[in-house]
């Protein structure tokens, strides 16, 4: 053990000096001293400041310019006061003078160091206090006391600031963006009955909701810390006190139970520096492939700026080569890392053959002219894909250069399952000025038919506006949907109004809108969407929040300041919605620390060391896969009662409503009628069938379309006209997947 030596006072008799008896009794551990406590206080500030004396048990020793450079030391006993911390930190710079459980009394400057209340040698954040100031004064121990969350308001931690604390909670690891770097982990209590810290708006209304959420979240979190000074340290602390390692990793919502350590305050944050390990659970683990949701599987996912021309650092004569005009800044592998580039695209190609999906949609992908990096034969993910999983797996929509941003959209198809119905479209802000392609990428459609049965479908592929950015005139109103949400919102209105003219000219009503909308579910551009092109909830344009209705409301594919929801979407138009057979969103991304991904920039080797060429952390965002089983063309399930089919004549009074009842194979919304259908024609001939009396008429003022959802019907009652009492009407319908076609003939007396 490190040992200061004791203060002695020398024996001066033999020099003939006479002292008084009871000063050589003085023992100078038991004199009088300030208390932590009295100098901390019952404030966020020192409530004693300046020179002071105090004396205390070592409860974390992080000495060194490795560690935080001191030691935090507290009162034996302590004031049993809840309110008052027993502890203080002791600034000692780069020195090793003390160990953890060593009695020591500490002369020392008293003040707020960092906001964090200190004593230092001089009152300045750079003096430490000298050896001379300290003294050895034997060993005790105290016990840790037990904070738990929520907290009662953002400063209540400041009553355990310098303590020896333990969270006997079982808390869910929240946040790792920081792991690499600092070493740091956030630690999360979530509410009752939910599995983690979930994002306001991704289950609460933008609003007092949302907001209220947001704020209960920031007293249910705690940052765990590695009690390390060092950036990208050599050797990263696991919660459990090992090394983390490819045999020793956690993952975002993991378990960490009875975490110990002192809480220190630094950086803006309360922050537990570990004296020991925690009880860590692996509560969850990796699936190594997506849970399986149908026959035809669609899939979308980021893929974090794959880009194959290189980013050279400023002042390079390479560097802004990127864009249409080759003239931005490239993203993704920097070329003075000479691994990046192949480290990203193994561990791209891993995802997407894990996937097996039959069409994906990607986003943040390379725009510049004369780059594909879907084609590309050499370093294109399709090249590599086919390499993998065999040759002609799969093909590529090619669009070229999309748009003006550094970034676009791009598909990609499984040939021998779908084939691509015409040419792509893009939404732009030519098509319609409220999607602002300056700010949002521009929207891809494409159509594809199921080559085993006829099939159609369309996907529109989307990356909106980021919140993160600065829109002019588009601020973070404070409602928990950031920056931009108007620019979103314009876009979301402006997507279904562009698919309900059907852009690709599919003549199918079933549309998959998916990718990165930036928004999360409960967010204004969401509603836009899922009101559909007449802004009205509840109507039969309506789209249908997959990822809701089959993983459920506390889904989530994103982590952002330590709170999980999706921003990824998958919604399915009225028609298609009932064809979706599931979703599953595949957590490769979002649960796993940045250390595992490809990049090598600022890692040390050892860092480095980590990477495995499988499709783990890949990306920032999980990938959404959704199942179809899509019907063919539309079965006309023939009319039901009151009206016949032919070659039966149908007998109505003139001038009375027809319920025309009709099933078509299930619900397929109610835009079902081909442009200027249904529509009323003369027969060829006129009662040369056998008639039947209509049994069954309804007062209306006019024609309409409802279905009921028990039977499976459709009704369209249908308007007869007074002056064509005596003759015969042949009502003609044709639907709108373009191909089924139907009609019944009537006498009207």
């Known amino acids: 053990m490190r040992k200061l030596l004791p203060i002695t006072i020398l024996s001066l008799a033999a020099a003939g000096i006479s002292i008084d008896p009871s000063y050589a009794q003085v023992d100078p551990c038991s004199e009088t001293f300030t208390p932590t406590y009295a100098i901390q206080g019952a404030g966020l500030s020192a409530a004693i400041t300046g020179n002071v004396t105090t004396q205390g048990i070592v409860v974390g ?59 230092n040698g001089t009152n300045s954040n750079a003096s430490a206090v000298p050896v001379a100031n300290i003294l050895n004064c034997g060993t005790g121990s105290v016990a840790p006391t037990d904070v738990s969350m929520p907290f009662a308001d953002a400063n209540y931690p400041e009553r355990f600031e310098g303590m020896l604390v333990r969270f006997p909670q079982a ?108 009880d860590y659970v692996s509560s969850n683990p990796r699936a190594a492939s997506p849970d399986w949701v149908g026959d035809l599987q669609v899939a979308a996912m980021s893929t974090l700026n794959f880009f194959l021309t290189l980013d050279y650092p400023p002042g390079n004569p390479l560097d802004n080569k990127c864009g249409p005009s080759q003239n931005v800044e490239c993203r993704g592998a920097d070329a003075d890392q000479p691994t990046e580039f192949t480290r990203q695209r193994t561990k791209l ?24 990096p879907l084609s590309d034969v050499t370093n294109g993910i399709v090249p590599g894909l086919n390499l993998l999983l065999g040759a002609g797996t799969y093909a590529a929509i090619n669009t070229g250069v999309i748009g003006v941003d550094a970034i676009r959209l791009g598909l990609i198809y499984k040939p021998a399952v779908v084939t691509p119905v015409g040419t792509f479209k893009i939404l732009d802000s030519i098509v319609d000025p409220r999607f602002l392609d300056t700010l949002s990428r521009p929207s891809l459609a494409q159509t594809f038919e199921v080559n085993a049965t006829g099939a159609r479908f369309t996907v529109a592929l989307n990356h909106l506006k980021s919140k993160g950015a600065t829109c002019v005139g588009d601020p973070d109103l404070g409602d928990g949907q950031g920056n931009c949400n108007l620019a979103r919102k314009a876009a979301a209105r402006a997507l279904v109004d562009w698919l309900a003219t059907d852009p690709t000219g599919s003549g199918d009503p079933d549309f998959l809108i998916m990718g990165d909308l930036n928004s999360y579910a409960k967010e204004d551009p969401i509603t836009a969407i899922r009101a559909g092109a007449d802004d009205t909830l509840g109507t039969g344009d309506d789209y249908t929040n997959l990822i809701y209705t089959y993983v459920g409301p506390y889904a989530y594919s994103y982590v952002f300041d330590g709170q999980a929801g999706y921003l990824d979407h998958a919604l399915a138009s009225y028609p298609l919605a009932p064809q979706a057979t599931g979703v599953t ?42 199942g179809l089983n899509l019907a063919g063309p539309w079965r006309f399930g023939g009319f039901k009662g009151p009206v016949d089919p032919p070659p039966t004549v149908n007998t109505v009074k003139a001038g009375a409503s027809v319920p025309v009842k009709f099933s078509l194979n299930g619900n397929r919304g109610l835009s079902i009628f081909a442009a200027g259908y249904p529509r009323v024609v003369l027969p060829p001939s006129c009662g040369s069938g056998t008639s039947d009396e209509i049994e069954q008429t309804v007062t209306a003022g006019g024609s309409s379309l409802t279905y009921d959802a028990l039977t499976g019907l459709y009704t369209y009652v249908w308007k007869t006209q007074k002056a064509w009492a005596g003759s015969c009407r042949r009502l003609e319908l044709k639907f709108s997947d373009g191909v089924t076609t139907a009609f019944a003939d009537f006498y009207l007396r």
């Open 349 to 372: 190609l891993a995802a997407l053959a894990g996937f097996d999906a039959d069409v994906i949609g990607l986003t943040e992908l390379e725009n510049t002219t004369g780059v594909d």
């Open 171 to 278: 808390l869910v690891i929240s946040e790792y963006f920081n792991y690499d770097r600092y070493g740091e982990i956030v630690l999360g209590w979530p509410l009752p009955g939910e599995s983690r810290l979930f994002t306001g708006t991704s289950i609460d209304d933008p609003g007092a909701p949302a907001l209220a959420r947001t704020l209960s979240n920031s007293l249910r979190q705690i940052t765990l810390d590695d009690a390390n000074s060092a950036e990208n340290p050599t050797v990263l602390r696991h919660p459990n006190g090992a090394p983390f390692g490819l045999s020793n990793r956690f993952r975002g919502g993991d378990t960490v139970q009875n975490a110990v350590g002192v809480l220190g305050y630094d950086f803006n944050l309360y922050r537990i520096m570990p004296t020991g390990p925690a």
């Open 61 to 119: 020793d992080f000495e060194g310019s490795a560690g935080l450079g001191g030691f935090y030391l507290q009162d034996a006993t302590g004031d049993a006061d809840p309110s008052t911390s027993d502890g203080i930190f002791v600034y000692t710079g780069s020195a090793d003078l003390v160990s953890a459980g060593q009695l020591v009394r500490v002369t020392g400057y008293a003040r707020e160091r960092f906001a964090q209340t200190t004593l």
């Open 585 to 626: 969103v595949w957590h490769l991304n979002a649960d796993e620390p940045d250390v595992l991904d490809y990049d090598t920039t600022f890692k040390p080797a050892a860092q480095d060391a980590l990477y495995e060429p499988n499709g783990f952390r890949t990306s920032d965002h999980d990938a959404v896969i959704v």
